[in-house]
């Protein structure tokens, strides 16, 4: 569906140029003297670069229709994460490589959003915040009072994570996605 240049909202997807983005960022521009354009801040959603560009005002944009599915990731087989619909339990493979930082926050049963274009996977959506079970923690080291002392701590995926000094093995907790840091107690 062609839609005017001049109807574009922050979040809608589009095909410009050939290339599957989504619009981050936008600003109509009227200058003194010639003609109006548009400056976008696009990302690409098949390779992530994000990208600044200026448009004419009068050019018509195709419009592109990505589907988000509420799955459940359910567990890894070497290089490939498998996820169930939630709805019609079909369970689908997705690469590695789509996922790239997300894995070390996949858990089993983790409720997820996938985009889809045209069946073309083009990755995941993760919740803000997470909850995990430590599994393995450094001792606080006796004397250590300076202003937010922290020590490693490894969740139940692997990773590890900066925790306060007082968060012991089996405690729960709760990990931002956006930054990968310790986001409080579950």
């Known amino acids: 569906m062609n ?11 589009i095909i410009i140029d050939g290339k599957l983005c989504l619009i981050e960022e936008f600003q109509h521009v009227k200058p003194g003297k010639g ?9 690409n959603l098949r390779t992530g670069a994000l990208v600044e560009d200026t448009y004419n005002t009068n050019i018509k944009i195709e419009r592109a229709r990505v589907d988000r599915l509420p799955m459940q990731y359910l567990y890894s087989m070497g290089d490939s994460y498998v996820f169930m619909n939630n709805e019609t339990y079909e369970q689908i493979e997705i ?13 089993e049963g983790l409720d997820i959003v996938i985009s889809m274009y045209e069946g073309e996977i083009l990755g995941i959506q993760l919740p ?7 599994v393995e923690t450094s001792d606080a080291v006796k004397g250590n009072t300076t202003n937010n002392a922290q020590k490693d ?20 907790i709760l990990i931002s996605t956006l930054d990968g840091k310790y986001a409080g107690r579950a």
Do not use: C, H, W
């Open 3 to 13: 839609i005017n240049i001049n109807e574009i909202k922050n979040g809608m997807t």
């Open 35 to 43: 003609s109006a354009f548009m400056k976008m801040k696009l990302r």
């Open 95 to 107: 690469p590695a490589d789509k996922l790239t930082d997300q894995i070390k926050y996949l858990k």
């Open 128 to 134: 803000e915040k997470i909850e995990y079970e430590v």
């Open 153 to 172: 701590a490894k969740i139940e995926t692997g990773y590890v994570v900066k925790v306060p000094l007082f968060i012991n093995q089996g405690e729960k």
